[in-house]
């Protein structure tokens, strides 16, 4: 492997990238602490810590600065693996530092959490992480380390006042039926859009003319907002269930979870067909002849060639749905549905910005999770020879 010169121009750009967000955040709130969950934010920046853990959150970009200067692939790769994981490191220990102070002090602020300035450092480490390659073993233990010192802090009862960590006791069980509701959403309407989507795929790929009518017609749903096809849907839904009491009875209404359920559907109907269209397209023409000239039937080139051939872009259009559907679930509770969505808006109308941001944070790491999963599940369906030219990998 080739070494990198230590004034390689790539390195520099990337290490200046996370020292500049460094510097921004050294200059914004660190962290807030509040009353309660309504209450004006009282904003604290890095120059509120005591000079010890000012001098940690720095170490990460000096690790990274020395990165920038050094000669060769394996010194680079563990400075940044170093830097990445204490940069995930320091910034939880502050939250676990200021959380014990504030239990210690019954006349503090209820409640804290990090402020911009800690995100834009997160941030930053984000993007140490990214500079690397390939994500090697000891950064999955340094990650797994973090985890452990958070969770141990977390039962010492150093984050007994995050305001995330108060909303989410405030919600008990609730947050879990939300949770699941989140991902039988996600999972129904996913399971609806591929039974429609791929047999619509393979009609496009086989028909010129169905193509011209069913690729317009996917680009029109898309630019209606996903609010207005949920008012949309509340008129005709209704009148159905008035006008056949049984399909209210099956819960089909004008408002709940079956409106979210058509509308996240047709949203997700774009990248399954367009990514199977495309997947079967693409398929080299001289492998099915060579298939044909070995005297297989057309039903014979379509399960042994075609299928396993075109898998893996048809995954990949089944994942970037699977990931929109998550994030699209959310507006399900603006008509009566459930969800993460309750805690974005019930946050948002009273005005607790813990409260939101605990439902994003679930939503990004069920998303981030599930993106995961179905990339492994993506690698393991993808014939070897495709896995070697590097298909399936997107």
Same mark, same amino acid.
């Given at each position: 492997?080739?070494?990198?010169?230590?004034?390689?121009?790539?390195?520099?750009?990337?290490?200046?990238?996370?020292?500049?967000?460094?510097?921004?955040?050294?200059?914004?709130?660190?962290?807030?602490?509040?009353?309660?969950?309504?209450?004006?934010?009282?904003?604290?920046?890095?120059?509120?810590?005591?000079?010890?853990?000012?001098?940690?959150?720095?170490?990460?970009?000096?690790?990274?600065?020395?990165?920038?200067?050094?000669?060769?692939?394996?010194?680079?790769?563990?400075?940044?693996?170093?830097?990445?994981?204490?940069?995930?490191?320091?910034?939880?220990?502050?939250?676990?530092?200021?959380?014990?102070?504030?239990?210690?002090?019954?006349?503090?602020?209820?409640?804290?959490?990090?402020?911009?300035?800690?995100?834009?450092?997160?941030?930053?480490?984000?993007?140490?992480?990214?500079?690397?390659?390939?994500?090697?073993?000891?950064?999955?233990?340094?990650?797994?380390?973090?985890?452990?010192?958070?969770?141990?802090?977390?039962?010492?009862?150093?984050?007994?006042?995050?305001?995330?960590?108060?909303?989410?006791?405030?919600?008990?069980?609730?947050?879990?039926?939300?949770?699941?509701?989140?991902?039988?959403?996600?999972?129904?309407?996913?399971?609806?859009?591929?039974?429609?989507?791929?047999?619509?795929?393979?009609?496009?790929?086989?028909?010129?003319?169905?193509?011209?009518?069913?690729?317009?017609?996917?680009?029109?749903?898309?630019? #209606?907002? %996903?609010?207005? *096809?949920?008012? !949309?849907?509340?008129?005709? /839904?209704?009148?159905? =269930?008035?006008?056949?009491? $049984? @399909?209210?009875?099956?819960?089909?209404?004008?408002?709940?979870?079956?409106?979210?359920?058509?509308?996240?559907?047709?949203?997700?109907?774009?990248?399954?067909?367009?990514?199977?269209?495309?997947?079967?397209?693409?398929?080299?023409?001289?492998?099915?002849?060579?298939?044909?000239?070995?005297?297989?039937?057309?039903?014979?080139?379509?399960?042994?060639?075609?299928?396993?051939?075109?898998?893996?872009?048809?995954?990949?259009?089944?994942?970037?749905?699977?990931?929109?559907?998550?994030?699209?679930?959310?507006?399900?509770?603006? #008509?009566? %549905?459930?969800? *993460?969505?309750? !805690?974005?808006?019930?946050? /948002?109308?009273?005005? =607790?910005?813990?409260?939101? $941001? @605990?439902?994003?944070?679930?939503?990004?790491?069920?998303?981030?999770?599930?993106?995961?999963?179905?990339?492994?599940?993506?690698?393991?369906?993808?014939?070897?020879?495709?896995?070697?030219?590097?298909?399936?990998?997107?």
């Amino acid at each position: 492997m080739r070494q990198r010169d230590a004034t390689d121009p790539f390195k520099l750009k990337l290490a200046s990238i996370v020292l500049l967000l460094f510097l921004v955040s050294y200059f914004l709130p660190f962290f807030l602490l509040r009353e309660n969950r309504i209450s004006p934010e009282i904003a604290n920046g890095m120059g509120a810590l005591d000079l010890r853990c000012r001098i940690f959150l720095l170490l990460p970009f000096l690790l990274v600065a020395l990165y920038a200067s050094v000669k060769g692939d394996w010194l680079s790769d563990m400075l940044l693996s170093l830097a990445g994981t204490l940069g995930l490191f320091f910034p939880m220990m502050v939250l676990a530092i200021v959380g014990g102070r504030l239990s210690g002090d019954a006349s503090s602020p209820s409640r804290y959490g990090p402020a911009s300035g800690m995100y834009v450092y997160l941030t930053a480490v984000l993007v140490i992480f990214m500079m690397k390659p390939k994500v090697k073993a000891y950064d999955l233990i340094g990650i797994a380390l973090v985890i452990g010192s958070v969770l141990v802090a977390g039962y010492r009862g150093s984050y007994d006042r995050l305001g995330l960590l108060l909303e989410a006791r405030n919600f008990g069980t609730r947050l879990n039926q939300e949770l699941v509701a989140h991902i039988r959403l996600t999972l129904i309407s996913l399971a609806i859009s591929i039974a429609i989507g791929l047999p619509l795929a393979l009609v496009s790929y086989q028909s010129r003319r169905a193509e011209k009518i069913i690729f317009p017609f996917l680009n029109i749903l898309q630019t #209606i907002p %996903g609010i207005a *096809l949920l008012g !949309l849907l509340i008129t005709p /839904l209704s009148t159905l =269930s008035r006008t056949f009491p $049984l @399909l209210r009875e099956l819960g089909i209404k004008g408002i709940g979870n079956t409106p979210a359920i058509i509308a996240l559907t047709t949203y997700a109907l774009y990248p399954i067909i367009r990514y199977s269209f495309t997947a079967f397209s693409s398929i080299d023409q001289s492998v099915i002849q060579a298939a044909r000239g070995m005297g297989m039937s057309p039903s014979q080139v379509w399960k042994l060639v075609r299928f396993p051939l075109a898998t893996p872009g048809v995954l990949q259009g089944m994942r970037v749905a699977l990931v929109q559907t998550i994030g699209n679930a959310t507006l399900a509770k603006l #008509i009566g %549905g459930d969800g *993460l969505g309750v !805690l974005v808006f019930e946050g /948002l109308g009273q005005a =607790s910005v813990d409260m939101v $941001l @605990l439902g994003m944070g679930l939503i990004i790491g069920l998303t981030v999770i599930s993106d995961r999963l179905f990339q492994i599940l993506i690698t393991l369906t993808t014939p070897r020879s495709l896995r070697a030219k590097g298909v399936g990998n997107g």
